[in-house]
Antibody, heavy 123, light 108 residues
Framework: QITLKESGPTLVKPTQTLTLTCTFS??????????VGWIRQTPGRALEWLAV???????SYSPSLKSRLTITKDTSKNQVVLTMASLDPVDTGTYFC???????????????WGQGTLVTVSS | EIVMTQSPVTLSVSPGEGATLSCWANPSFSTNYLAWYQRKPGQAPRLLIYGASTRAPDIPARFSGSRSGTEFTLTISSLQSEDFAVYYCQQYNNWPPSFGPGTTVDIK
């Protein structure tokens, strides 16, 4: 059974950097094609894809947020960490990590998701 | 970046009735690289359909997906109480992946 769980601060001040951790079980990065991505949902907006890291440590970012995002993995801990710099109140929302199974396209879909963590950006 | 559109914004349905949700991409594409998700308040999104028409494991048969040309459709054949939720489509034909704004299916 695949599970993922997000953790991190619930309140962050504007201009600060957000660090979120995704801890997962039921799969590993030793499986070729596997990825873990981050997706968020901000108030009044649809789901927005942010970043993904693959089993081979290849990383990809949303073009509009690329300059602010960094994604890394710790295979020994089954964790993926997303950092987002220069936070603004518009970044307030629920942040999800999700398991990306192998697909024959670069983009991919997401099968198993964490419950999400609500992040509020406010002074 | 591909922009996804969904219709209708809200669909009011009585339990036991069917529901049809639509999704389009701009620019359009004619592959089957589209997924559907269900989202309930406070819960994780749930993958329903991938490859436009393949049900994810453990998804009831009342959920079905299809493509006609460049239009994608999610059909729920007979709504159960647990099906009232927001439904999102997501394209993975082009980079980066993108989601539609969602269709809310509520109780009539």
């Amino acid at each position: 059974q695949i599970t993922l769980k997000e953790s991190g601060p619930t309140l962050v001040k504007p201009t600060q950097t957000l660090t979120l951790t995704c801890t997962f079980s039921g799969f590993s990065f030793s499986t070729a094609g596997v990825g873990v991505g981050w997706i968020r949902q901000t108030p009044g907006r649809a789901l927005e894809w942010l970043a993904v890291i693959y089993w081979d440590d290849v990383k990809s970012y949303s073009p509009s947020l690329k300059s602010r995002l960094t994604i890394t993995k710790d295979t020994s801990k089954n964790q993926v960490v997303l950092t987002m710099a220069s936070l603004d109140p518009v970044d307030t929302g629920t942040y999800f990590c999700a398991h990306r199974p192998y697909t024959d396209t670069t983009a991919g879909y997401y099968h198993h998701w964490g419950q999400g963590t609500l992040v509020t950006v406010s002074s | 970046e591909i922009v996804m559109t969904q219709s209708p914004v809200t669909l009011s349905v009585s339990p036991g009735e069917g529901a049809t949700l639509s999704c389009w991409a701009n620019p359009s594409f004619s592959t089957n690289y589209l997924a559907w998700y269900q989202r309930k308040p406070g819960q994780a999104p749930r993958l329903l359909i991938y490859g436009a028409s393949t049900r994810a494991p453990d998804i009831p048969a009342r959920f079905s997906g299809s493509r006609s040309g460049t239009e994608f459709t999610l059909t729920i054949s007979s709504l159960q109480s647990e099906d009232f939720a927001v439904y999102y489509c997501q394209q993975y034909n082009n980079w980066p992946p993108s989601f539609g704004p969602g269709t809310t299916v509520d109780i009539k």
